[in-house]
């Protein structure tokens, strides 16, 4: 194989196949653990329902706990002082001669976890012995069963620094600890996970608690809230505004819109209001003046970083918070700020009341306790929250009681005694813990909990509101999908004569020519001849060829809605009826090369069937999906299947001898820009500069991580070589990112017709790596 061949092979990674999230309903209940699989991390249709065992479905009880992840005494404390009030609460409910354990589960039957799970940087592993150090050993005086229902914080997500937030594929590392094996002896030194207790079956997910499946309780969505709220950016596309970020959006505004739930709570780890020093999300961490937040007395003044660098202030997560959990949660649950605050609903969130419960690990000062009107907050100390939900009958409003709890480490008369990962005695802990009440409350409290018919620590379930439908995240109308959605009249269909879509394939113009050219240049040996291995590899490249086709004209159709937004929809329209009919010209040179009963190589035996498959799918209508969706994921579905067919023939193909490997190679380069394609497709149904500006810039980042790591066999070195070999690509593509993120979103806002910068960036970057003519 040449080297400009491997050089351009190398430029086109794996992304996380494009998949829609829904509901989990109809799923049996059950705890992740041994023996099941890992979902798809995009797709939380694949992760099992985890149903918390309550005792009574008119009563729910839990606790509340973030960025716990220390590994000090004062999360051993924090952790003791949690069973304490757990029993206490149980052993209250007046049933005589119950257990430790019995009474715990009365008390409390499950727990809330707000990121921030592992600090200082996450985990490398699923076997990486901090999950015992900094999670396990703090909780086992809890019933091994009682399940930890886990987010991820931004301290879990490390890239280059502890807490950047910029690598979320090293937060896939607390998915997979949900379904590692359990070491049921407790003394095996080299397996951390030695309960079932850990629960983050996807990075999203969301389970019911109490009441009927008909009709629960409780309904509880959790929300990755990493790559959303701004920070230091994650360049992969894996974890894109546009494509995990609108997904995790759809998923969640049809959840909590379609739930029976009688109450409905959404938890994660960064906050929509906080008095703490991280501050409102839309003034995050004010860099430049070093006052976060902004009174939501005054809205309108913002500070200056949240007028200059929007993103970074945490305006997409606020943007997020209002279109798909404003008004629709009752309660929202947080950590990130190391203290903990219960803080009164605003106009901006309708009905919602915020806890953030951050000092389950760490403490942190106030950073302004007036900014937000509070019930009750607690700086410099740690802590939790222990919530009751309960209801008089099946049809009484459900009323939520919250109780803050302090808890002091190293002083008191109370011990836990602290065993090392192979169960063997390490030291003792002392600690006190004590409830938190206000006995005067504010003037301005008092009318609020007035105007509600509130007491201090008590919300009676509320009616929405009724604010204005949001679309400030998805930057779609509301109610209108003619910008997602390719009219039926524009769908190919099943019966047209495949003579009349071969010009299809003729190349489309766009930034990803250049990579088109070496591409072509250096898999010519390999495809000329009329041996059966030249044409499989022809048939592969003209897959890659016309993936990059597709990728042009959506790039091209998001940077002319840019520059005319009076003109967006038509544009799109008609981009989206280039695709589709690109997609089914492929479909039909598909079909020369593998017909039905075909004698090909054992690797792509299936294919003929595949490819039957995907000219199908390609013809089915699928417009009201994607309606529903609000994105392209239903059109470009096809897409998603070929690729993974290709991706097993690929893995198939590079076990065996001859030209066999090569044509593996050319299976998976097709694989991996089918799903590349996919990506940006799910951007096109948008004006807004910023979700092409994320796709193409994860094109970049694949590009230049390949380039770095597909040199050496760094599949079989150590995770910390590895992760060290990707760096320099990450950091360029995440400085990019940086760079032209905040203009994009600007933009966005002011409809302004300037061109996007992405194409530049593109040119730029392939010219700095010679691929560019």
Not at 98 to 113: D, E, P, S
Not at 203 to 218: C, E, I, N, Q, W
Request: aromatic share 8%; net charge negative; with cysteine.
């Amino acid at each position: 194989m040449n080297k400009q061949f491997q050089l351009v092979s190398m430029g086109l990674l794996v992304a996380t196949l494009v998949a829609c999230g829904g509901s989990s309903g109809g799923r049996s209940a059950q705890l992740a653990g041994p023996g099941t699989t890992p979902p798809d991390i995009n797709n939380p249709d694949t992760t099992p329902e985890v149903q918390p065992e309550t005792l009574d479905a008119n009563r729910v009880r839990f606790l509340v706990v973030g960025d716990a992840g220390s590994g000090s005494d004062g999360q051993m404390a924090v952790g003791a002082a949690m069973a304490d009030v757990c029993e206490a609460k149980g052993r209250s409910t007046g049933k005589a001669s119950l257990t430790r354990a019995a009474a715990i589960r009365q008390g409390c039957q499950f727990v809330l976890g707000l990121g921030d799970n592992i600090y200082e940087e996450g985990t490398r592993s699923a076997s990486d012995p901090q999950f015992f150090d900094k999670f396990e050993r703090a909780y086992l005086n809890f019933p091994n069963d009682l399940p930890f229902f886990m987010v991820s914080g931004n301290h879990d997500n490390s890239a280059f620094f502890g807490g950047d937030g910029a690598g979320n594929a090293r937060g896939e590392n607390q998915v997979d600890y949900t379904y590692a094996p359990i070491d049921v002896t407790g003394i095996d030194a080299s397996n951390p996970r030695k309960t079932p207790r850990w629960q983050m079956p996807s990075r999203y997910y969301d389970f019911t608690a109490g009441g009927t499946k008909a009709k629960p309780l409780l309904h509880f969505f959790a929300i990755d809230s990493n790559q959303v709220a701004g920070g230091f950016p994650d360049a992969s596309p894996e974890y894109s505004y546009s494509t995990y970020g609108l997904r995790q959006l759809n998923w969640l505004k049809q959840g909590m819109r379609k739930s029976n739930a009688r109450m409905k709570f959404a938890f994660a780890h960064h906050p929509y209001l906080s008095n703490g020093e991280h501050g409102n999300a839309g003034n995050y961490d004010d860099l430049l003046f070093g006052q976060a937040g902004q009174s939501t007395a005054s809205p309108l003044a913002p500070s200056l970083q949240a007028a200059l660098l929007p993103v970074l202030a945490g305006q997409r997560y606020k943007d997020f918070m209002e279109e798909a959990v404003c008004d629709q949660a009752d309660v929202y649950f947080n950590g990130h700020d190391h203290d903990l605050q219960w803080l009164t609903s605003v106009p901006s969130c309708g009905k919602t009341e915020f806890i953030v419960s951050g000092a389950g690990g760490k403490t942190r000062s106030a950073s302004d306790e007036s900014r937000n009107l509070a019930r009750l907050q607690r700086y410099e100390q740690y802590g939790f929250f222990w919530v009751e939900v309960s209801a008089a009958s099946d049809s009484a409003k459900p009323i939520l009681r919250a109780e803050m709890y302090n808890v002091v480490a190293g002083e008191g008369d109370r011990e836990t005694a602290i065993v090392k990962i192979d169960g063997t005695a390490d030291k003792t802990v002392s600690y006190r813990y004590v409830r938190v009440q206000d006995e005067v409350a504010s003037d301005g409290l008092s009318s609020y909990l007035a105007g509600h018919n509130d007491s201090a620590d008590t919300i009676t379930r509320r009616d929405p509101v009724g604010l204005p439908e949001s679309a400030g995240f998805s930057g779609l109308p509301a109610n209108n999908c003619q910008a997602t959605v390719v009219p039926s009249d524009l769908a190919p269909t099943a019966n047209q004569p495949a003579a009349n879509r071969s010009s299809a394939l003729i190349a489309a113009p766009g930034p990803f020519d250049p990579m088109q050219t070496a591409l072509s240049q250096g898999l010519a040996p390999w495809t000329k001849g009329n041996n059966s291995s030249a044409t499989l590899m022809a048939a592969m490249t003209q897959v890659t060829l016309a993936s990059l086709d597709i990728a042009d004209v959506v790039l091209s159709a998001s940077a002319d809605s840019a520059r005319q937004p009076q003109s967006a929809a038509a544009l799109q329209q008609a981009a989206g009826r280039d695709v589709l009919a690109r997609m089914q010209a492929l479909g039909d040179r598909l079909a020369t090369t593998f017909p039905a009963n075909a004698t090909l190589p054992a690797a792509f035996k299936d294919m003929p069937t595949v490819t039957a498959q995907y000219r199908s799918a390609v013809a089915s209508p699928r417009q009201a999906s994607a309606c529903e969706r609000q994105d392209l994921s239903a059109v470009v579905a096809p897409l998603v299947t070929l690729a993974r067919s290709l991706a097993a023939a690929a893995e198939a193909a590079e076990q065996g001898v001859g030209d066999i490997p090569v044509l593996g190679g050319g299976a998976r380069l097709a694989a991996n820009a089918l799903v590349d394609t996919s990506s940006l497709i799910a951007a096109l149904g948008t004006v807004q500069t910023s979700a092409i500006n994320d796709a193409a810039l994860g094109a970049v980042n694949r590009l230049l991580r390949n380039l770095t790591t597909g040199v050496l066999p760094f599949d079989q070195a150590s995770p910390e070589i590895a992760e060290g070999a990707a760096l320099p690509g990450n950091a360029v593509s995440a400085l990019l990112m940086t760079a032209t993120r905040e203009v994009t979103f600007r933009v966005d806002q002011l409809l302004e017709p300037i061109l996007s910068p992405v194409q530049q960036v593109l040119h730029t970057v392939f010219a700095a790596l010679g691929l560019s003519r």
